[in-house]
């Protein structure tokens, strides 16, 4: 008998049935996903302590030109801002819609979606702020600190982004259904036109 993993990858239907089983835990805990990233982040920091080669950040503690990770911190912070904008945008069309598909969708998901949606918007916005602190930190006194609040906000930047495009796709869909629907009923020939 094979191992769980080979068998796993023999029905790529089955491996594609785990990946969206795991898509959606995360997406339906967000809240969860997010405290745990800041535990692994808090641990990853920890144990540089213990053990220095785990910390990608050493260059940046000891180099004088402040700028280099001033820059990198407040570009991550930048590309935050943007997802956050976007995922505002997403959010207030699906908010907004008054199609009946996506009515029926923001019913159906309930509390999971209201959850996501805070989610979505939330986490790129604390890791723009992460990426500031981060940049702020850096300049005045903490050099060893700022490059854990920077991989924090790379975590929730990279989360919050994960969960807008999955969100975006489930409107995207749901979209596309709906102009079917309407370009069917656009080319329905009236049965009383039928028998003129």
Do not use: C
Not at 35 to 43: D, K, M, Q, S
Not at 140 to 157: D, I, M, N, R, Y
């Amino acid at each position: 008998m094979g191992s769980p993993v080979s068998t796993l990858f023999d029905n790529p239907s089955r491996l594609a049935k785990k990946w969206r089983a795991l898509i959606d835990a995360v997406v339906n805990h967000s809240v969860l996903v997010a405290v745990g990233l800041a535990g692994i982040v808090a641990a990853h920091a920890v144990s540089t302590v213990f053990w220095g080669w785990l910390n990608p950040y050493k260059s940046l503690a000891i180099d004088a030109n402040t700028g280099t990770a001033v820059t990198l911190y407040l570009g991550a912070a930048a590309a935050a801002a943007i997802v956050a904008g976007f995922a505002g945008v997403v959010i207030v069309f699906t908010i907004g819609s008054e199609a009946d598909r996506i009515q029926r969708f923001r019913v159906k998901s309930g509390k999971t979606l209201q959850v996501a949606w805070m989610a979505v918007v939330a986490e790129p916005f604390a890791a723009t702020l992460l990426g500031v602190v981060a940049a702020m930190i850096q300049v005045t006194s903490g050099k060893h600190v700022a490059p854990w609040f920077f991989e924090l906000g790379l975590a929730f930047l990279i989360h919050g982004a994960l969960l807008l495009l999955k969100l975006l796709s489930e409107v995207v869909q749901i979209v596309h259904a709906q102009d079917r629907v309407a370009q069917v009923k656009k080319t329905e020939v009236p049965t009383s036109e039928l028998f003129d």
